[in-house]
T-cell receptor, first 113, second 111 residues
Framework: NAGVTQTPKFRVLKTGQSMTLLCAQDMNHEYMYWYRQDPGMGLRLIHYSVGEGTTAKGEVPDGYNVSRLKKQNFLLGLESAAPSQTSVYFC????????????FGPGTRLTVL | TQLLEQSPQFLSIQEGENLTVYCNSSSVFSSLQWYRQEPGEGPVLLVTVVTGGEVKKLKRLTFQFGDARKDSSLHITAAQPGDTGLYLCAGVPGSGYALNFGKGTSLLVTP
């Protein structure tokens, strides 16, 4: 099992460009999440999904969109990138049980110039 | 968002020393989790504590959940360089399922 994988690992964008980050999991998890991690700010939830075809906003959703067309995939889109979106992005998945223990991908380091 | 405060923020110790890191909140959590994150990688779950007063041991790591389920601690005995990393606590609030993460404790263990 590969667990949670993320594509790409690194990306540099110019302000105003768009891109999509792909997350895939092979554990048949119902719940999937997108976080961003910034120095001194910890992990902050951007969007999450509790099942195929569903999405919901997290703590910092502005400037991002997501889609969960297939259970195993969760896409994070930036329509018009801004320097404030420079960050490390982590995808995670979980069974969605009471304790909601999460499995994380290796991260995508995004720089917006 | 129910805040989880971790302390200390940074910790630098020598191999063989003991240490404790803390995770505190003014809110009650139905469970608390501890993750370790190494540079360039995603967090990895170490343990989940669910009962007030619970103590769990994982080799040299001892995790405790406060009686009131508002705080937790992680104690490492005889730290080793392999323990170096960012330790994150995360809690599931009384209602809901989204995890709230603390900002982490960055631990450096030097030989």
């Amino acid at each position: 099992n590969a667990g949670v994988t993320q594509t790409p690992k690194f990306r540099v964008l110019k302000t105003g460009q768009s891109m999509t980050l792909l997350c895939a999991q092979d554990m048949n998890h119902e719940y999937m999440y997108w976080y961003r991690q910034d120095p001194g700010m910890g992990l902050r939830l951007i969007h999450y999904s509790v099942g195929e075809g569903t999405t919901a906003k997290g703590e910092v959703p502005d400037g991002y969109n997501v889609s969960r067309l297939k259970k195993q995939n969760f896409l994070l889109g930036l329509e018009s990138a801004a320097p404030s979106q420079t960050s490390v992005y982590f995808c995670a998945s979980s069974y969605g049980t009471t304790y909601n223990e999460q499995f994380f991908g290796p991260g995508t380091r995004l720089t917006v110039l | 968002t129910q805040l989880l405060e971790q302390s200390p923020q940074f910790l630098s110790i020598q191999e063989g020393e003991n240490l404790t890191v803390y995770c505190n909140s003014s809110s009650v959590f139905s469970s608390l989790q501890w993750y370790r994150q190494e540079p360039g990688e995603g967090p990895v779950l170490l343990v989940t504590v669910v009962t007030g007063g619970e103590v769990k041991k994982l080799k040299r790591l001892t995790f405790q959940f406060g009686d009131a389920r508002k705080d937790s601690s992680l104690h490492i005995t005889a730290a080793q360089p392999g323990d170096t990393g960012l330790y994150l606590c995360a809690g599931v609030p009384g209602s809901g399922y989204a995890l709230n993460f603390g900002k982490g404790t960055s631990l450096l263990v030097t030989p």
